[in-house]
């Protein structure tokens, strides 16, 4: 069974940064599409960061040239850089695997608090 663990998230101020790790129990990120999401109270998760296996990232627009992703596949850890952080970046941060046959694994996400 593939577990996913967060770490990195915490208190911040405004237009600071802090970087999240997301640790996989197995080699799966080398098959897996790897992306994080997040979820701020009473708001749908939505997708952040995503990088494909091929290594192509894709970004929601609220963090174009704020965040960036990337991969270790060697340590089974992918990461987000959070820069220029917001108080709208407050949410809970998920990390997802997404392999094209074993399916989704997600991990139990990371509390992300930005303070004005």
């Known amino acids: 069974q593939v577990q996913l663990v967060e770490s990195g998230g915490g208190l911040v101020q405004a237009g600071g940064s802090q970087r999240l790790s997301c640790a996989a129990s197995?080699?799966?990120?080398?098959?897996?599409?790897v992306g994080w999401y997040r979820q701020a109270p009473g708001k749908q998760r939505e997708s952040v960061a995503i990088?494909?296996?091929?290594?192509?990232?894709i970004y929601a627009d609220s963090v174009k040239g704020r965040f960036t992703i990337s991969r270790d596949n060697a340590k089974n850890t992918v990461y987000l850089q959070m820069n220029s952080l917001k108080p709208e970046d407050t949410a809970v941060y998920y990390c997802?695997?997404?392999?094209?046959?074993?399916?989704?694994?997600w991990g139990q996400g990371t509390q992300v608090t930005v303070s004005s």
């Open positions: 197995g080699s799966i990120f080398s098959t897996a599409a």
């Open positions: 990088i494909t296996r091929a290594g192509s990232t």
């Open positions: 997802l695997a997404r392999q094209p046959v074993a399916g989704d694994y």
